[in-house]
C-alpha cells in the first residue's frame, strides 16, 4: 500500500510515518513550501504525477497553532491557510491529477480544538472546526466513488514543543484532569492514524476521534 503524509517532518508527522512503515505501507513524505501555499515532496510533484504512483492512504498532519483573540488575531489568514487552505489545495491537487487509489482512505489531522474552545485560541479553533466542514463534504461527494475521510482530534500530546511551552504545574493539572492520569503520547495518536489509513477501517468513514485519554469529557478549563 502506498501513502503520503503531508508535514512528515512535525513530531507527530515524523511518527505517523514511522507507524505507517511499520505497518509496510511504502511512504511519501511532504511539507508545506515557504509560502506556505504548495506542498513539496522528496521527488518533487511532477515526478509523481509522471510515475502514475496513486495513493491508497493521504495524511495530513501538518498545521500552526496560534495564540490570539478577535482583536489581536493578525496572523488569521496565516494560520487559516496552513490548518485547512492548505488541505484543500493538496487535496484538489491529488484528484485533479488522479492520484488516489480506488478506495483510498484520507486521514487529517486536527485537534480537540476543533469542537472545544477556550481562552486566546481564536484563529487555532476557528480554523480547526473548518476541518469538520471539510470533511462531511467531501465524503458527501466523493464516498460514491469509493473514498472515505476522517479526521483525528489529539488532546495534549506529550511532545517536546508541549514540554517546552507548558509548565511543570501546567501539565500536571492536566494529568490530573485525565483519566488515565497521563498526557497522551505521539505513538498513541499514530497507532489511530495508521489503523484509518488501513483496509481494516473499512466501514469508518466521516468521524472525528478524539485521542486525549478521555480529558476533553471531563476537563475543567
Request: net charge negative.
Amino acid at each position: 500500500m502506498k501513502a503520503i503524509v503531508f508535514g512528515a517532518n512535525g513530531y507527530l508527522g515524523s511518527a505517523i510515518v514511522d507507524e505507517l512503515r511499520k505497518n509496510s505501507f511504502d511512504v511519501t513524505t511532504s511539507s508545506r513550501s515557504s509560502d506556505e501555499t504548495e506542498f513539496q515532496t522528496e521527488d518533487g510533484f511532477d515526478a509523481i504525477i509522471a510515475s502514475g504512483k496513486k495513493f491508497d492512504a493521504c495524511i495530513w498532519a501538518q498545521g500552526q497553532n496560534a495564540s490570539d483573540t478577535l482583536s489581536s488575531a493578525s496572523n488569521f489568514d496565516a494560520i487559516f491557510e496552513a490548518n485547512i487552505g492548505f488541505i484543500v489545495k493538496s487535496l484538489s491537487a491529488l484528484i485533479e491529477n488522479n492520484l488516489l487509489a480506488p478506495q483510498a482512505r484520507l486521514v487529517v489531522l486536527s485537534s480537540v480544538w476543533q469542537s472545544l474552545s477556550r481562552t486566546n485560541k481564536f484563529s487555532y479553533s476557528v480554523s480547526k472546526s473548518a476541518v469538520e466542514g471539510l470533511v462531511n463534504s467531501f465524503i458527501a461527494d466523493y464516498s460514491a466513488k469509493g473514498y472515505a475521510m476522517n479526521a483525528v482530534l489529539p488532546g495534549v500530546v506529550d511532545t517536546p514543543m508541549t514540554r517546552a511551552n507548558l509548565s511543570e504545574n501546567q501539565i500536571k493539572k492536566i494529568e490530573n484532569e485525565t483519566p488515565s492520569q497521563h498526557l497522551v503520547s505521539a505513538s498513541n495518536v499514530a497507532k489511530v492514524v495508521s489503523w484509518l489509513s488501513s483496509p481494516e477501517s473499512a466501514g469508518v468513514n466521516g468521524q472525528f476521534i478524539r485521542v486525549d485519554n478521555g480529558w476533553s469529557h471531563i476537563r475543567a478549563i
